[in-house]
C-alpha cells in the first residue's frame, strides 16, 4: 500500500467522486457499489452502477447506512461473478464481509473493496429528515474531520453502534480513504494498493501528519462510552430478572437477525418447522406452568442467536436500527461477544486466515470445560 | 422440615456410540444411579445444536447433561471437539445473562464405562440437590 494526496480545491466529496469514477471510466473496475442519493433527495442508498451517467447522486459522504452492505456484497456474489466490483464500505461493513467470507456466503475474488473513513452514521428517519430540512449533513460532519470530533446535529445522535464504536478506520481495501486528521477543503489522503496507485496515477506522499493523534483520540472517546454502556448492560442483566426486563418489550419479530449481517442462514432454526407447534401444545404448556407467553420463547431466540453467530459479531448496530421497540440489541450482542470472542482470542474481521472459532476447535484447548 | 425432598430433573443428549451405550451397559451390569434423568439420543455430541440445552433450562430442568466420547474417539473424527467449543460458548453466554452455567455438564463417558456413569449422575444429582431448583421453573413469561 502506498500513501498519496487527493486535491479537493474545496470540495471534498467532488474529489472524492471523481476518483471512483475514474475506476468504471478507465475500466478497473465494471461495476460500482456506491451510495447514491434517491429522486426525493431525502435517503442515500447502496446502488450498483455501471453506467457512469448513474453516478449523478453519488454522495460517499451521507452519514447513513440503510442496511449493511455486507448483506449487498453476499447477494452479488454468492454464486460467483466474472465482473470486477468496487464497493465503497464502512470498517463495520468490511468486517461483517470478511466473515461472510470465511463462513462462505460471500466472495471476495472480483472485488475492489473501497473503505472509508467512518464518522458515525444516524438512523435512516433522522437522516431523512435532515436532508429534508436543507442540511448539508455529510459536509457538515466532514467539517470536523481536521479535529477529529465529528458532532452530529443538535437535536439528532449518532446511532448508539456508532457512538460505542471503536473500529471506525479501514481495516482492509485495496483504496482507502482517509478523511481525519486533514484539512478536507485543501486535501486528503488515501492509502492505495500499489499496482492501483499506478492504474489511477496517484504519486506517493507522506500520510496525514494529524491523522494517528486524531484517531487515537476518538478511538479513545468510543471505548470510553463502549466501556460505560457494556457496564451498565452487565449491571441490569445480573440475573434472570433483569435479562426479562431488557427484553421485556421484544415482540419477537425478527428484525435483528433479519438485519444482522453474520444471520444469513436460509434456515434458520426460527422458521423451521421446529417452532411451528401443534395447536394442542400451547394447552400443554399453559396447563404445565398455570400460564404462557406467547408468541413464546423469547429469551430462547436471543440466547440461541447469540450462541450462533456471536463469535463474529462485529458490532455493526443493524439490529438495532431494525428494531420496532427500539431495544438496545447491540450492546447486548456487543457486550456478550467481546468475552465470547476472547475465549478464542478472535477479532471479527481482523483477518481472513483465522478460522471463525464455530468452524474450527483445537485438540489441546478448553480442558476445564465440562 | 421439608416434606418432600427436592428430586431434580435432569435431561441428558447422550452420543449413541459412547455415553448413550454405557448407560445401556449401567442398567444390564445393574449399577444403581438415581431415576433424576431424561435421555436423548444422539447419533453425535457434535450434532447437539445449544438450542435444545437452553430450551431446556429455559423450560425447567434443573440441569443438563451432554455425553460424548472421549477426545480422539469420536465416532465422525472431531464432532466431540465441536461440541466443546459449543459449550465453552454456551457456558460464557449462561454466565453473563445471570444462568448458572454449572447446571449444564459436558462429560466423556465411553461405551465400556457404565460405573463412570452411573456415578456421573449420581454425582450430578447431589450437586443439583446442592444448587436447589432452577429458578426458572414454572416461569411463564420467558
Ligand atoms: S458501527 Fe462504526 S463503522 Fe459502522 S457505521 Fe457506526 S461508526 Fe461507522
Ligand atoms: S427486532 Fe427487536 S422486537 Fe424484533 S425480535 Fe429483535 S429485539 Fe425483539
Ligand atoms: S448482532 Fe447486531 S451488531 Fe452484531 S453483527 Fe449482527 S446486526 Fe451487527
Ligand atoms: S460419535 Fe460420540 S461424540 Fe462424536
Sequence with gaps: ?370 | MADTEFEPRIIAFLCNWCTYTGADLAGTSRIQYPPNIRVIRLMCSGALDPVYVSKALLEGADGVLIGGCHPGDCHYQTGNYKARRRVAILKSILKQLGFDEDRVWLRWISASEGRLFADTVTEMVAALKAKGPNPLKGAWDI
Design chain 1, 1 to 370: 500500500m502506498v500513501h498519496s494526496v487527493l486535491k479537493t480545491d474545496g470540495n471534498p466529496s467532488e474529489a472524492i467522486h471523481l476518483l471512483l469514477r475514474r475506476l468504471l471510466d478507465e475500466g478497473i473496475v465494471d461495476a460500482l457499489l456506491v451510495p447514491l442519493r434517491v429522486a426525493s433527495g431525502d435517503n442515500t442508498v447502496q446502488t450498483l452502477v455501471r453506467d457512469t451517467r448513474r453516478l449523478e447522486g453519488m454522495d460517499v459522504l451521507a452519514p447513513v447506512m440503510p442496511v449493511t452492505t455486507a448483506r449487498l456484497v453476499s447477494a452479488i456474489t454468492m454464486t460467483g461473478i466474472k465482473e470486477r466490483v468496487g464497493v465503497v464500505m464502512r470498517d463495520c461493513e468490511i468486517r461483517a464481509v470478511v466473515e461472510l467470507v470465511k463462513l462462505q456466503q460471500a466472495k471476495a475474488d472480483n472485488l475492489l473493496i473501497i473503505g472509508m473513513d467512518c464518522m458515525g452514521t444516524y438512523e435512516v428517519p433522522d437522516y431523512a429528515d435532515l436532508m429534508r430540512s436543507g442540511a448539508d449533513v455529510g459536509g457538515a460532519l466532514l467539517a470536523h474531520a481536521a479535529s477529529g470530533q465529528p458532532q452530529p446535529h443538535e437535536d439528532k445522535a449518532f446511532r448508539t453502534a456508532c457512538q460505542m464504536c471503536e473500529k471506525f478506520t479501514p481495516s482492509h481495501g485495496d483504496l482507502r480513504i482517509h478523511l481525519f486528521g486533514d484539512d478536507p477543503k485543501q486535501h486528503i489522503h488515501v492509502e492505495v494498493a500499489d499496482d492501483l496507485a499506478a492504474k489511477l496515477g496517484l504519486e506517493p506522499a507522506a500520510p496525514a501528519q494529524a491523522r494517528e493523534n486524531v484517531v487515537a483520540a476518538i478511538t479513545r472517546q468510543r471505548t470510553e462510552t463502549r466501556d460505560r454502556l457494556f457496564a451498565s448492560f452487565r449491571e441490569r442483566t445480573k440475573d434472570i430478572v433483569g435479562l426479562q426486563a431488557y427484553l421485556s418489550t421484544c415482540i419477537r419479530c425478527h428484525n435483528c437477525m433479519v438485519n444482522c449481517p453474520i444471520c444469513y442462514c436460509k434456515e434458520c432454526i426460527f422458521r423451521t418447522p421446529i417452532f411451528d407447534h401443534e395447536s394442542e401444545k400451547y394447552q400443554m404448556w399453559a396447563a404445565r406452568k398455570g400460564a404462557v407467553r406467547l408468541p413464546t420463547d423469547t429469551l430462547l431466540f436471543h440466547i440461541t442467536r447469540l450462541n450462533h453467530m456471536v463469535t463474529s459479531c462485529v458490532g455493526c448496530g443493524m439490529c438495532d436500527s431494525a428494531c420496532p421497540s427500539h431495544l438496545p440489541i447491540a450492546i447486548l450482542f456487543r457486550a456478550v461477544g467481546q468475552e465470547v470472542q476472547a475465549l478464542f482470542d478472535y477479532v471479527p474481521g481482523r483477518s481472513l486466515d483465522e478460522p471463525p472459532p464455530v468452524a474450527t476447535f483445537r485438540e489441546d484447548e478448553l480442558e476445564g470445560v465440562q
